[in-house]
């Protein structure tokens, strides 16, 4: 193993050239001019091949660690830190941890090589499925996509839930972020008050085809989705506000917020563990903070500075905005039924005929707290609460059951039947006794 020479291969091609000066087949300044280099050092290289030969032009440095290299027991260190406290944190997100609470300030790349070589970290194969990247849009606020991400993000120190995530399309900044218990039309007019609130209106948003923000259903007489009159509450409520949705047909359509929705699971849960965060409560108060750093690494700077954002209407108009709105027809005692409630129209004498069979508009807002609107005029009402229909049992099945139980004599049975359970004893037959 001694013998073995390592030499590139521009150490290589220097043995023809020296080899051809050393036989006086071309000049000591030919041969500097041919490897580019003085001829002063080229006479320098022709002592050293003369003397030592091949070995005289390999660099002496070369197999040995350099001055620069970081010590062995800063990686050791390192790695211990990261298995007691980092465990499953990739490389990049360890390393800011490590630099910003324990004052290691070696590569990221350092630091991902020696958790591949310790088994701590496992690379990632490369995606072999190709989409290709659409452009971004130039301004903030042009296009917003949204999504909800259900996943167990406070671990097993709560239940699973929702995170919905508005994110600007021109800069992949997290704009708002809030954790709710289900994906559902209240959630996120929830969600969408407060981003509005905070940013004002965007042109459009870009989401998925989940029910709440389109109507999917293509039975006959029903909402299509090629000649749609069928719109989702919360469909009308972008209308109302002139904010246009774009629905996307892939999960790649829509990869921004996929994307982030992944690097979320990954980052902001362990944000959460070592903070002690444990429910949604906690979680939305601790958000605000989290977007801040989550922008600081990953927004980019958009194409231009404008802001598209537009003005928000007043606070009275989205409080009607984002309501559930259903259509109803006043009976001709002037009743409503709306969610197994019964309302009892008030008016004054005289009105009573002219809302009969009218239709009106019944607004439930976000609280549960419900309005009546007649050709915008919201009318008077009382509510009347209608019991829970009661189980009607049919006697005959009834009967045939039981009669099938008494060929059987002399034992008793447990049986169910429409949600009840009943008990029968027979006697046994005296006949059949020895």
Request: net charge positive.
């Amino acid at each position: 193993m001694s013998n073995i020479i390592t030499m590139s291969k521009k150490e290589l091609s220097k043995i023809t050239v020296l080899e051809q000066a050393m036989n006086d087949k071309i000049t000591n300044k030919r041969g500097a001019s041919t490897l580019g280099i003085s001829t002063r050092h080229f006479r320098r290289l022709k002592r050293k091949y003369h003397k030592y030969g091949a070995a005289g032009l390999a660099h002496k440095l070369r197999g040995s660690s350099s001055n620069r290299a970081i010590e062995q027991y800063q990686k050791d260190y390192a790695i211990q830190t990261i298995k007691s406290n980092y465990s499953d944190f990739g490389p990049t997100f360890a390393h800011e941890k490590l630099v910003g609470n324990h004052d290691i300030s070696f590569s990221v790349e350092t630091l991902r090589k020696e958790m591949i070589k310790t088994g701590v970290w496992k690379p990632k194969r490369k995606k072999k499925n190709i989409h290709q990247m659409r452009d971004r849009r130039s301004q903030v606020g042009e296009l917003v996509q949204i999504d909800g991400s259900p996943h167990a993000w406070f671990e097993d120190r709560a239940d699973k839930c929702v995170l919905l995530v508005y994110i600007d399309d021109a800069t992949s900044q997290l704009l708002w972020l809030e954790f709710v218990d289900v994906e559902s039309t209240k959630s996120y007019f929830s969600a969408t008050h407060n981003y509005l609130n905070k940013y004002g209106r965007p042109l459009a948003f870009y989401a998925d085809k989940h029910s709440t923000f389109r109507v999917n259903t293509t039975k006959i007489d029903s909402a299509s989705t090629k000649d749609s009159n069928g719109i989702t509450q919360f469909g009308r409520a972008m209308e109302e506000l002139d904010i246009e949705m774009i629905f996307a047909n892939s999960a790649q359509a829509k990869g921004r917020v996929e994307r982030a929705n992944l690097t979320l699971q990954d980052r902001l849960i362990k944000e959460m563990r070592l903070l002690g965060i444990s429910s949604i409560e906690e979680g939305n108060r601790y958000l605000p903070q989290y977007i801040k750093m989550h922008n600081h690494n990953f927004a980019v700077v958009p194409n231009d500075n404008v802001d598209a954002h537009r003005p928000l209407l007043t606070e009275h108009e989205l409080e009607e905005i984002f309501t559930l709105k259903e259509t109803r027809v006043i009976s001709k005692s002037l009743e409503v039924r709306y969610k197994r409630k019964t309302y009892q129209i008030s008016v004054e004498k005289g009105y009573e005929y002219t809302l009969r069979r009218a239709k009106v508009h019944i607004l439930e807002s976000l609280d549960g707290s419900i309005k009546i609107q007649y050709r915008g005029k919201t009318l008077n009402f009382s509510t009347i609460e209608i019991k829970k229909n009661t189980s009607v049992y049919n006697s005959k099945i009834v009967n045939k059951k039981v009669d099938g139980l008494k060929q059987k004599q002399g034992r008793r049975y447990q049986f169910n039947l429409l949600g009840r359970t009943f008990l029968l004893w027979t006697r046994p037959d005296i006949s059949t006794l020895g």
